[in-house]
Nanobody
Framework: QVQLVESGGGVVQAGGSLRLSCAASGRVASYYNMAWFRQAPGKEREFVAV????????YYGDSVKGRFTISTDNAKNTMYLQMNSLKPEDTAIYYC?????????????????WGQGTQVTVSS
């Protein structure tokens, strides 16, 4: 079993920055991918960013490309999401997720483990 715990959410003004963290614990497989998703009230869960187990490959959703950066610190089993130039439409609960295996995917049902989520609110 793998446990994921997000932190770093909060309230920020438009144009500001936040950094989210996702700490993984438990029996993490040798090959996995980790991702961030978000869900705003009344909307479906949306792909934000994904990083491969090696850290060599990253992909971003169109709405965050150029503003958000995903990274990992494997020594700490922690994933990060640096969010810059935040907009009110970025307001959502942000979830980290882990998928066992090498294949990168942006589809939520393909992920094996999820964190509890952290709220990000961007005021205008």
């Amino acid at each position: 079993q793998v446990q994921l715990v997000e932190s770093g959410g909060g309230v920020v003004q438009a144009g500001g920055s936040l950094r989210l963290s996702c700490a993984a614990s438990g029996r993490v497989a040798s090959y996995y991918n980790m991702a961030w998703f978000r869900q705003a009230p009344g909307k479906e869960r949306e792909f934000v960013a994904v990083i491969s187990w090696s850290g060599d490959n990253t992909y971003y959703g169109d709405s965050v490309k150029g503003r958000f950066t995903i990274s990992t610190d494997n020594a700490k089993n922690t994933m990060y999401l640096q969010m810059n130039s935040l907009k009110p439409e970025d307001t959502a609960i942000y979830y980290c997720a882990l998928r066992v295996g090498r294949t990168i995917t942006i589809t939520p049902p393909m992920y094996n483990y999820w964190g509890q989520g952290t709220q990000v609110t961007v005021s205008s």
